[in-house]
């Protein structure tokens, strides 16, 4: 088997570090690793099999000889590399939004479009994180009726804001046990002990720019141009593992069984639905590992073409580092 010269972008980051760990893990060919960060970041040692590699600058000249790049970093710094990247011959494989919803660029989910990976000028885009989980979820209804809309809450987990979330909170709940003050730094408002209605930015329609990535994404990944999805994005304050309610709207009726058996035999799926004994997908359970859980299957009351559930997934894992992962897999296989 052929080993591959591949570059972390954004080593030092907490998604950078799952990739390392990752690649590791599923014993992906990387003969040569080429960890690169911001110059803050530039000299320190990471750790990939055993060995220390120092991190070399961001730069427009690092990529020569690299055949992949698998990107942890802003969307500035992707747009800022990404044509020095291309123009070196390597595949960017981008966790950033900073390329998502361009025309020549595919935005994989490999349990569900892994084909579109033959498509790529040079770039592949990895989905966001809430996307990823639940499509990964719903995807297996699909073998038996169109799905055209979903409605979705998600209950996202502090550390999807970057490493500082988590340290955020238990500052929190340490200084009010403590009788103290603290003013959030991450947060626009205290997240321990409370839920943020707002993740993203607004946007005219009244949703934030979260919220309408499940939609637009979506509809690209599962070549759905007209699906509509109303979605609200909660952050809670749960260290690691997104979950999502969602209600999918079928063109022709689902029955609840039918959607277990589905479900059940999904790629990337774990059914966990027995509610009598109190199993069912949960933050604790779903974290550090890959697999997205889902249960509390049923018809929805309202729409008679409806299946409510409830998924959950590491989005630092699967939500981030591991998709991009599986999306290198699929290139070395072709």
Excluded at 41 to 60: D, N, T, W, Y
Excluded at 101 to 106: E, L, Q, S
Aim: proline share 4%.
């Amino acid at each position: 088997m052929k080993n591959y010269t591949v570059a972390i972008l954004g080593a030092t980051g907490a998604v950078g570090q799952e990739m390392l760990k990752i690649l590791e893990e599923r014993n992906f060919p990387v003969g040569k690793l080429i960890a690169l960060a911001s110059p803050r970041s530039v000299g320190k040692k990471i750790s990939f099999r055993g060995e220390e590699i120092e991190v070399k600058l961001a730069e427009a000249g690092a990529f020569e000889g690299v055949d992949i790049v698998l990107g942890a970093a802003s969307n500035a710094v992707a747009k800022e590399l990404a044509p020095a990247i291309v123009k070196a011959g390597a595949v960017f494989v981008d966790n950033s939004s900073a390329f998502r919803m361009c025309d020549d660029v595919p935005l994989i989910v490999p349990e569900i479009n892994p084909e579109d990976a033959k498509n790529h000028k040079g770039i592949i885009s990895n989905p966001n994180c809430s996307t990823i989980i639940t499509l990964v979820a719903v995807n297996a209804i699909r073998k038996a009726s169109e799905i055209t809309a979903l409605t979705a809450s998600t209950y996202q987990a502090v550390s999807g804001a970057g490493a500082g979330g988590p340290i955020e909170l238990m500052e929190e709940v340490k200084a009010d046990f403590e009788g103290n003050s603290y003013e959030p730094k991450i947060f626009s408002k205290q997240i321990a002990y409370n839920l943020i209605p707002k993740i993203g930015s607004g946007t005219e329609n009244g949703y934030t720019t979260e919220e309408m990535k499940l939609q637009n994404e979506g509809r690209k990944i599962m070549h759905l141009p007209e699906l509509k999805v109303s979605c609200t994005c909660v952050r809670v304050p749960v260290v690691r593992s997104h979950s999502i309610s969602v209600v999918v709207h079928t063109k022709e009726p689902v029955s609840v069984e039918k959607a277990k058996e589905l479900i059940a035999s999904a790629k990337g799926c774990r059914l966990t639905d027995e509610l009598d004994n109190d199993i069912f997908p949960m933050p604790l359970d779903t974290s550090d590992q890959d697999i997205v859980f889902v249960g509390r299957i049923r018809k929805d009351l309202i729409n008679e073409n409806g299946l409510n559930l409830f998924c959950c997934g590491d989005q630092v894992r699967k939500g981030a580092a591991t998709n991009a992962v599986q999306i290198a897999e699929l290139l070395i296989e072709k």
